[in-house]
């Protein structure tokens, strides 16, 4: 059983920063592609940034420059970093896996595993 746990959120004024945090249990997450992903209320989930199991990295256009994906495959977390962030980067911000490191990084439906979410909010 693979379970993932964010942790991290919480609240930041416009231009701060925050790191977000994602623990994996039941598999080395080395073998995974990797995402993270936010959803505001009233709208779909949506993609942040992804990791390939051999470090390739994506972004959303709208975190370009601002956020940074990392992995620790010797502590199975991965992480997210924001910096200059901005009061529309208000979410709910959830985690995921996919194990079979196939499909387009963007599409919700290839990621197997999620975790349950943490909250970020952007004052301005």
């Known amino acids: 059983q693979v379970q993932l746990v964010e942790s991290g959120g919480g609240l930041v004024q416009a231009g701060g920063s925050l790191s977000l945090s994602c623990a994996v249990s039941g598999r080395p997450v080395s073998g995974y592609f990797m995402g993270w992903f936010r959803q505001a209320p009233g709208t779909e989930r949506e993609f942040v940034a992804a990791?390939?199991?051999?470090?390739?990295?994506y972004y959303a256009d709208s975190v370009k420059g601002r956020f940074t994906i990392s992995r620790d495959n010797a502590n199975n977390t991965v992480y997210l970093r924001m910096d200059s962030l901005k009061p529309e980067d208000t979410a709910v911000y959830f985690c995921?896996?996919?194990?079979?490191?196939?499909?387009?990084?963007?599409?919700?439906?290839?990621?197997?595993?999620w975790g349950q979410g943490t909250q970020v909010t952007v004052s301005s």
């Open positions: 995921a896996a996919d194990p079979n490191n196939s499909g387009p990084y963007s599409y919700t439906g290839k990621y197997d595993y």
């Open positions: 990791v390939h199991r051999f470090g390739t990295t």
